[in-house]
């Protein structure tokens, strides 16, 4: 659905446009290679018309090829954290949660009612997403004036691409991210290209979406701003139709923004309470940039950092340098607000396509030409070499073993115990285990106390846990106060039986008559952040649902 509504909104404004072409002078494709080349003849025009064909075959396999292996693999470890959140709140469908927009947990909605707990199902959408971006990238390329090599490359260049591979096995609003950023990118490009000002209207709608799928589109929307001001692209500024297509983004942005201000801008908050807790890894401007070349694999970054060059100081800059510069200011923007290192990989589709058009004007002549054939080989090798870090082909075992062979070691975003897995892999073990766990405990209550006995988790991975897994148990819904757990309150808690879940017991024995350690959580390949004991308490001194403010938790 998602990705059927990327499409219709990409061509919105070509429709219209096709209407006014004879308004409009026709542009020439690959007109800024006509310096380095004779005037074609049929013969080479037939040449280069089998060459585009091979192209895009060899592009679609690259998207399909990337969408079985993901197919084949969804269902190979267990389900994320964040996937069982995002399934737990569309148990709760709204326009807004504390830390992110609602489009994401409408998808999840979408995908649980058909699919349920079938992993492969529920991970169709993104994985379908990842495929698209492969395929979409190859567009845009085109779109620059690339030609096959260059289509090839960029789409070679999304496949390999560790993060974009991790995203793709997810139900989050990741795997969604990048595709819709490219189909902004590409309104944009269809505008330069044209002359024509119709595509904003496309831009305005993709961003708006983009805004209820993650709050970061902002950072593009204003790195594109700043793009064209900086160009001489600058001329769309006084074009009414850009603005017009700004205030369809504010207009569906608009029930997410007034679910936060009802709600104090709770994601707001969040951001603060994460900037003073020192949950996340902050690295410094360096560390920053190799980390990009890391998570987006690192023979992909002579292409990223040479398209970026060539936006900016290339023939073409006049026409597509804001492309390049929206690119340095997201990527400067999350260096200097301490942002993840994943949160500029939205970014990446549009460089690695301005990249791939250069190198193939660069290997043009017949002493380069070998250089089409070696970077894409060596880029495919390494891409293959570093699968196991970010798809999960490999038993738990096995890929302990490989990544100390490679010595590689995944970069952390989060200051978490992990133990011997990284944590992206870590939260995929143990959920069904600890559920299986609380189960017990919750079964050898006496029937009287089993009645209304409550479940409350202190972290919103365990409380999501006890939801997804739970039913199959007969286990009530979990109560939590951690980010928008908080907001579906403490439902009928009397506090007089309560299963106490990622606790030390120490603060239970303050606020409950009795606690009594009835079991123990423990997975090898979980976060040791995940190993602890569940404690039964019981008679809770004071009244939760009048306590519940104050226990809230945004981090």
């Not at 060459?51 to 075959?57: I, L, P």
């Not at 902004?184 to 330069?192: I, Q």
């Not at 600058?234 to 679910?259: H, K, M, S, T, Y």
């Not at 969040?270 to 003073?276: E, K």
């Amino acid at each position: 659905m998602w990705v059927c509504g990327f499409h219709t909104a990409t061509h919105v404004a070509t429709l219209t446009e096709r209407a006014s072409n004879s308004e409009l002078p026709k542009p020439t494709k690959y007109h800024h290679f006509s310096a380095m080349a004779a005037v074609p003849t049929p013969a080479v025009n037939h040449q280069s018309n089998e060459s585009e064909k091979v192209g895009a075959r060899v592009v679609l396999a690259l998207a399909g090829a990337k969408l079985l292996l993901h197919l084949l693999t969804s269902g190979r470890y267990g389900i994320f954290r964040d996937e069982m959140y995002v399934i737990a709140c569309a148990r709760h469908l709204d326009w807004g949660y504390v830390d992110h927009p609602p489009g994401g947990i409408l998808i999840g909605w979408i995908a649980y009612h058909i699919f349920g707990h079938w992993l492969p199902g529920l991970r169709l959408l993104p994985t379908l997403a990842g495929a698209g971006l492969v395929i979409f990238t190859a567009k845009v390329v085109r779109e620059m004036g690339g030609r096959s090599v260059a289509q090839v490359l960029a789409a070679l260049a999304v496949c390999v691409v560790p993060i974009y591979q991790l995203f793709d096995s997810w139900l989050t609003m990741n795997a969604f991210e990048p595709l819709i950023w490219l189909g902004c990118f590409y309104c944009v490009l269809r505008a330069v290209n044209t002359g024509s000002g119709r595509t904003w209207l496309g831009f305005g709608v993709l961003a708006g979406i983009g805004f209820e799928t993650k709050y970061s589109v902002l950072f593009l929307v204003a790195g594109v701003l700043i793009g064209l001001l900086l160009t001489p692209q600058r001329r769309f500024l006084a074009d009414g139709r850009l603005w017009i297509g700004l205030l369809v983004c504010a207009a569906i942005a608009l029930p997410n923004f007034l679910w936060q201000l009802h709600h104090g801008f709770p994601f707001v908050e969040m951001r603060q309470n994460l900037a003073t807790g020192h949950r996340d890894v902050v690295r410094g401007p360096g560390a920053f940039l190799l980390d990009q070349m890391m998570i987006m694999g690192p023979l992909t970054a002579p292409l990223w950092i040479g398209g970026t060059v060539w936006l900016l100081v290339g023939r073409e800059r006049a026409r597509y340098g804001a492309f390049g510069w929206a690119f340095l200011f997201v990527l400067g923007s999350f260096i200097a607000l301490k942002g993840k290192n994943y949160y500029v990989t939205p970014c990446y589709p549009v460089v690695f396509a301005a990249g791939a058009v250069a190198f193939e004007a660069v290997t043009g002549a017949r002493n380069r030409q070998w250089l089409r054939v070696a970077y894409p080989a060596s880029m495919a090798v390494t891409g293959l070499a570093l699968l196991p870090i970010a798809v999960p082909i490999l038993a738990p075992d096995s890929y302990i073993r490989y990544v100390k062979w490679i010595h590689v070691t995944p970069s952390a975003s989060e200051n978490q115990n992990n133990g011997p897995l990284p944590q992206y892999f870590a939260d995929e073990f143990g959920w069904a285990d600890m559920v299986r766990e609380v189960a017990r405990v919750y079964q050898a209550l006496p029937l009287a106390d089993r009645n209304q006995a409550v479940i409350f988790s202190n972290g919103w991975g365990e409380a999501a846990a006890i939801d997804f897994f739970g039913p199959t148990y007969g286990l009530p819904r979990a109560i939590c106060p951690h980010d928008s757990y908080w907001l579906w309150g403490p439902g009928d808690c009397n506090g007089k039986v309560v299963i106490v879940l990622r606790t030390d017991g120490r603060g239970d024995r303050k606020a409950f008559a009795t606690v009594e350690k009835a079991g123990s959580v423990s997975n090898p390949y979980s976060r040791r952040d995940e190993w602890f004991d569940i404690y039964v308490c019981r008679g809770l001194k004071f009244n939760l649902r009048e306590a519940w403010p104050g226990l809230k938790r945004f981090n």
